[in-house]
């Protein structure tokens, strides 16, 4: 009897061990995420989505450092240094200056670029086919398209004389931006006036600016301070009855005219799949950049007829979506 019993607790423990142990094996990943963003948004659940369809599930298999720098770029160096030293598997930095922090940062820790403008031009990697070093991701192509972005504004106002062009004069990113939009805006013959924006105290001030030039429309070069005062910008575009259109749909879904560029949910879903690759053993630099694939153009009608504008048909037409 006693050797019986002794045997069924040998079982037992045996039986326990063998539950336990893959418990044991399974590996919580850590993943940083950097972003100039002021909290969790539409990009940041399309990533978390995009997680969950590769089967990563959040406190069972990954854990997720969030890193917020408020719209306060001056804080991003030191928020990224504070991943580097957790020692996170990767580091996903969805736009140019929350990649350039988490490089400048760490030179080892994989780093995963969701919505990067111009990685090429900013060097952050030697191209999008040969990446190199630590980072690897995803490119929005917002210089190619800003020529794309004046054509649409030409369509809506065939007489345009000039385009005012608002952009964050502290970013090295976005003055490239510019100077590209200048090449694509001399081929239309299309003037560009610059207005440039540090700090929120600056919108209204280039906003009066472009009154006084008389300029009929507005194209702005998206980052975190342009997205941090979104609103506030279709409000004074509005005000100012200037035909605007953004590279990101949710200018336009807050009183904006016109948006056109690849769809920032859709890269952002996609970012989880190089974070998964790399996760699984593949060198970042090896992984080359992925281009978008999927374009979308937005028009909110209520607002060209606050601004007295009328959209022409075929340009509807085209349109994925049209709010009304």
């Known amino acids: 009897m006693r050797n019986s019993l002794s045997l069924l607790i040998i079982m037992a423990l045996a039986s326990g061990a063998a539950i336990a142990e893959p418990q044991q094996r399974t590996k919580v990943h850590r993943i940083g995420y950097l972003a100039s963003a002021s909290a969790l948004g539409t990009p940041e659940e399309a990533f978390r989505q995009g997680l969950r369809e590769l089967g990563y599930v959040e406190g069972k298999n990954i854990a997720i450092e969030y ?3 408020m719209g306060k770029e001056d804080r991003l160096h030191g928020l990224a240094a504070d991943l580097a ?6 580091i996903v930095a969805p736009s140019t200056l929350d990649a350039v922090a988490a490089q400048q940062a760490t030179r080892t820790i994989p780093i995963v670029m969701a919505l990067s403008s111009d990685p090429v031009g900013t060097r952050l990697v030697r191209s999008l086919a040969r990446p190199g070093g630590n980072i690897t991701g995803l490119t929005t192509l917002s210089p190619e398209l800003n020529g794309k972005r004046l054509e649409l504004l030409k369509e809506v106002l065939p007489r345009l004389s000039r385009v005012a062009v ?3 004069a502290a970013s090295p990113e976005k003055a490239l931006e510019f ?3 200048q090449v694509a805006a001399r081929s239309l013959r299309v003037p560009l006036q610059s207005l440039e924006v540090r700090g929120a105290k600056d919108f209204e001030s280039a906003f009066r600016a472009a009154t006084r030039e008389r300029t009929g429309a ?3 070069l998206t980052d975190a301070l342009t997205i941090s005062q979104l609103s506030r910008i279709a409000e004074l575009a509005a005000k100012s009855r200037l035909a605007a259109i953004f590279s990101e749909r949710e200018f336009v879904d ?6 056109y560029g690849p769809s920032s949910a859709d890269l952002s879903r996609r970012a989880a799949i190089y974070v998964d690759k790399i996760l699984k053993g593949a ?13 979308e153009l937005v028009i909110n009608l209520k607002t060209a007829k606050k601004i007295g504008l009328t959209i022409p048909p075929e340009l509807l037409i085209r349109a994925d979506k049209v709010i009304k």
Do not use: H, I, Y
């Open 283 to 295: 060198k970042p630099g090896d992984l080359p950049v992925e281009q978008p694939t999927r374009f």
């Open 218 to 220: 507005l194209l702005t």
């Open 179 to 181: 100077e590209e939009a």
């Open 85 to 90: 030293r957790l020692k996170v598997d990767v």
């Open 254 to 259: 807050a009183g904006g005219l016109l948006s």
């Open 166 to 168: 608002l952009w964050n």
């Open 67 to 69: 890193r917020f720098a």
